[in-house]
Every structure is written in structure tokens, then in C-alpha cells.
């Protein structure tokens, strides 16, 4: 059983979106408890009910199997270093989907790569690879 956040991060689509399906009973046998939404796994993904009308749905069908990778942006840190910010300056690559963050805990096992001649698409040259299944919890301070 997973919460809305995880079925949106596994579905590939927001946490809103998750909301307004379980709000129309298309999440097969999800049910809430209290104010919280457990949602069960069939084959590692929530199975979502198709609507009988409306465009086809493009949330994620299977689970995908493509790691995920997490390393640091220098250009963010230097950016914040000359305008004294705190931008998170941590990137999460998911397949396509991509975001930062300040913290990253990571559920499970993970490995640090370092191919100084296959450097990644956005030139990072070390990283942290961690497998698809694995859950990660990013978190962003707020800083006043």
C-alpha cells in the first residue's frame, strides 16, 4: 500500500491529478483511511480504471525500468555563491521527469558512478545511480 505522492511519482503524473482519480474511483481498490489514501499495487504500479468517455490517459502504464539518477549541479552552487541564494542545487533524473531539491533520502540500494569519459547529457561526470523500485523522498528546505 502506497500513499498519493508515490502512486503520482510511480504514475508519472502530479499528486493533484492522483487526487482528482481516487476522488472518481478510478484507482482499483484504493480506499481512505482517516484523512489518507491507501493505495494497493498490482505488478508494481496502481492499476488505474480507464474512463468510458475522454481522451486516453497518459499516466505511466509500467513500471519503468530506465535507474534513476541524482547528482549535484555546480553552476547552481556558483549562481548561489555570487548572489548569495540557496537554490536547491541537488538534480533527481527520472527518465523525463527531473527536479531538485536541498535533501534527498534515498529508501534502498543505490551506487555512486564516476566516468570521467561518458560524462551525462547535462555533463556531470560523477552520480548516484538508484534502481527504478527504489523510493526516494526529496525535500526542499524552506529558507527565509
Known sequence: M???REAAHLLGICCQRVRQLLKQGRIKNAQKIGRYWQIPLFNGMPKVVPARFGPKGTWRK?????????HVNQHIIKKNKKLNTTQ?????????????CHYVEIMGKSRVVYQPDKAL???????????P????IPKVFQMS
Open 2 to 4: 502506497i500513499g498519493t
Open 62 to 70: 509500467r513500471v519503468r525500468k530506465a535507474p534513476t539518477r541524482i
Open 88 to 100: 536547491p542545487v541537488i538534480k533527481i533524473q527520472g527518465g523525463k521527469d527531473a527536479g531538485y
Open 121 to 131: 547529457s547535462c555533463g556531470a561526470r560523477v552520480w548516484i545511480e538508484v534502481d
Open 133 to 136: 523500485e527504489v523510493r526516494i
